[in-house]
């Protein structure tokens, strides 16, 4: 099963806005509410940000916001800010055989 | 808080396994599925599999079939997984992650470890 469709890279100014997508089939992002984004920076490990498409965990700021629209996820940084700065995942359920799939990445860049 | 902490680096010769351990601290396993991913340098998350603490089903990529075994051990509050057969194609640092509620909502994660594979 293939990786979820990221571009690459990112970018935005500080207090701009920046939106990643995240593209897959009616099999995966298109099939189900079960989107999630994670945020890594480099050394780490990833960071929760986002599930069932469009919730923030607890402790999230609500500049990071998800939705969805067809077979495409979205993820949307508002106000950025330079910890803004870091490599960004969506991952998606894809049913029972291969539960969950993940994009390749994107790199965000505040410039 | 809850914490998972993860075992130390490993170097591991081709063909050979690797287990790698992953401890919740701050509160326990149970009623919760530990899943683990692996990212290889400069690469994307590859989810690997996961298993619930309570029962010990597990559930895997097709890609480990055969290769990736998990288990746990419930009075040290411990999750394992091992892979065998190692390639450098697995050479990589493993996470585990909890799951919240239902897949892909990975809400805690280890520090990761990283797995060299070299002869």
């Known amino acids: 099963q293939s990786a979820l469709t990221q571009p690459p890279s990112a970018s935005g100014s500080p207090g701009q806005s920046a939106t990643i997508s995240c593209t897959g089939t009616s099999s995966d992002v298109g099939g189900y509410k079960y989107v999630s984004w994670y945020q890594q920076h480099p050394g780490k490990a990833p960071k929760f940000i986002i599930y069932?498409?469009?919730k923030r965990p607890s402790g999230v700021p609500d500049r990071f916001s998800g939705s969805k629209s067809g077979n495409t996820a979205f993820l949307t940084v508002s106000g950025l800010q330079a910890e803004d700065e870091a490599d960004y995942y969506c991952?998606?359920?894809?049913?029972?055989?291969?539960?969950?799939?993940f994009g390749g990445g994107t790199k965000l860049t505040v410039l | 808080q809850v914490q998972l902490v993860q075992s130390g680096a490993e170097v591991k010769r081709p063909g050979a396994s690797v287990k790698v351990s992953c401890k919740a601290s701050g509160n326990t396993f149970a009623n919760y599925d530990i899943n683990w991913v692996r990212q290889a340098t400069g690469q994307g998350l590859e989810w690997m599999g996961g298993?619930?603490?309570?029962?010990?089903?597990?559930v895997h990529a097709q890609k480990f079939q055969g290769r990736v075994t998990m288990t746990r051990d419930t009075s040290r509050s411990t999750a394992y997984m091992e892979l065998s057969s190692l390639t450098s194609e697995d050479a990589a640092v493993y996470y585990c992650?909890?799951?919240?509620?239902?897949?892909?909502?990975?809400?805690?994660w280890g520090q990761g470890t990283l797995v060299t594979v070299s002869s």
């Open positions: 992650a909890r799951v919240m509620d239902k897949w892909p909502s990975f809400d805690y």
């Open positions: 298993m619930n603490f309570n029962s010990g089903n597990t």
């Open positions: 069932e498409v469009n």
């Open positions: 991952s998606s359920y894809s049913g029972s055989n291969n539960p969950v799939i």
